[in-house]
């Protein structure tokens, strides 16, 4: 085989994926970049697909994938599982859309309730982004104070109060270290948005506590993932977690975990596996079964701001119907037993891979911890990512692309930038044809 190059495995794909270069381009004509979410793009342009079923996925051109996008986390059953499709119909049957609650609400509620530790109360919108800027508001009002702190590299929805510091041009003056500056990642956000967020550095125990306890009387609630992917992989360390937890109540300020993607990491979240009890929950992704549904949750102390009234949230599709039935059955499918399964699966991803890069001292290697994960090139091998700009600094986004290219190439299709999510029909084989599958990748790359 020829050298694997960006511009080959680029070639190679447009060739493969003829059909959705073309529809790309034709859904220019009306759509700004083609689609509505910019997260589609894949290199050059985005994959169409006709259909999706189990575990893999069907592009307009009538190739099968193995899907590790899985819909950004969020299709932890894959495609069309019959207990899904199964509450979908008969929820469509019973009408779709109501100027009145319905009981399936409550039980989606009591479910989370039941599972996840910190959570007493819980309200519903139509996504994670929603259920972030919730989850501000309700630290605000419970509060009375406005700022909102974040760590760089998270991402909490595109709000013009959260869109903030995810992405931080390394080029421009992000500010040190220890303190970052507040930058907004989109064009539009006013300046007021981009003030009232301090910034933070992922697991720096010394900078984070400086800078909480000098705006403390200012800042209402601190939100934070477990483990974040969308600005380069870092998982945030336990006892910088929990010291996080002893200083925010010292401080009176709101501990928010966004759990969008962390959920499917645990039976009752990940907030269990550090032991930490937040005082806001934000879930979405796997929660609507597919379909779109955010929530917040918190313990009734602080929810009962929206139960007084004080604080006011309503949208016209918040705790739809539809979203809510297939909610219910698929958390229905997520036992202990499921969880542990998807959890394994990852395992077996983790330690093959990175026994084997480290073997052959590779700087390629797999980053996270349960079914949601990252494989990237770093500019050495064995790097430790503790912080954004760790990642920023060292990755190697030439050879971290050819490696999501190559994989689309060769029949597995993960997000662009190197994440992937495993999936419950997924065999053993397909992990397994996966993980020989990347090796491939990586010895074309190092050749
Ligand atoms: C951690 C986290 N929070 C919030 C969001 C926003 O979710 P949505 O795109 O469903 O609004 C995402 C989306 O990727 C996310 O990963």
Not at 413 to 427: E, H, I, K, N
Request: with cysteine; glycine share 10%.
């Amino acid at each position: 085989m020829s050298e694997l190059t960006l511009e080959t495995s680029i070639e190679n794909f447009t060739k493969r994926f003829a059909t959705s270069a073309e529809l790309s381009r034709t859904g220019r004509e009306v759509i700004p970049g083609g689609y509505s979410r910019n997260s589609f793009n894949f290199g050059p342009h985005a994959v169409y697909v006709e259909g999706g079923d189990g575990a893999y996925i069907t592009t307009v051109e009538g190739h099968r994938l193995l899907d590790l996008n899985n819909n950004f986390t969020v299709n932890v059953l894959g495609h069309n599982h019959p207990s899904v499709l199964g509450a979908l119909r008969k929820s469509i049957e019973t009408g779709i859309s109501f100027g009145n609650p319905v009981t399936l609400e409550t039980e989606l509620a009591r479910i989370l309730v039941d599972r996840i530790p910190s959570v007493e109360k819980v309200q519903f919108s139509c996504s994670a982004s929603e259920s972030c800027l919730s989850a501000v508001r309700v630290a605000r009002g419970y509060t009375g104070k406005t700022k909102i702190a974040k760590f760089e590299g998270g991402y909490h929805g595109f709000t013009d109060p959260l869109q903030i510091s995810v992405h931080p041009d390394p080029e421009q003056d992000c500010g040190p270290d220890a303190a970052p500056r507040s930058m907004p990642d989109s064009a539009g956000i006013p300046g007021e948005d981009r003030d009232n967020v301090i910034v933070l550095t992922q697991n720096d125990r010394e900078g984070t506590e400086a800078i909480l306890r000098a705006h403390a009387h200012q800042i209402a609630c601190v939100i934070l993932e477990l483990e974040s992917a969308s600005g380069g992989f870092v998982t945030l360390d336990r006892d910088f977690v929990e010291s996080l937890r002893e200083l925010t109540t010292e401080l009176g300020i709101v501990l928010i975990f966004d759990e969008t993607v962390t959920l499917r990491a645990s039976y009752h979240g990940m907030q269990s596996d550090y032991g930490v009890t937040p005082d806001m929950t934000v879930m979405g992704k796997m929660i609507g079964g597919g379909l779109p549904l955010g929530a917040i949750g918190g313990s009734s102390e602080v929810m009962d701001v929206l139960e007084t009234g004080a604080v006011s949230i309503s949208g016209t599709h918040h705790g739809h119907k539809i979203a809510v039935s297939a909610g219910i059955a698929l958390m229905e499918e997520m036992t202990e037993e499921t969880f542990a399964r998807l959890n394994s699966m990852a395992e077996r991803v983790i330690s093959e891979l990175n026994d084997w890069s480290e073997a052959r001292n590779s700087p390629f290697a797999v980053y996270g911890s349960m079914s949601h994960l990252a494989y990237g090139y770093m500019l050495e091998p064995g790097l430790k990512v503790g912080t954004h700009r760790d990642y920023w600094r060292n990755v190697d986004g030439t050879r971290t692309q050819i490696c999501s290219l190559e994989l689309a190439n060769r029949g597995y299709f993960p997000v662009a930038r190197g994440d992937f999510s495993l999936s419950l029909p997924m065999t053993d084989d397909d992990i397994g044809g996966y993980i020989e599958t990347v090796k491939e990748i990586v010895m074309d790359i190092e050749r």
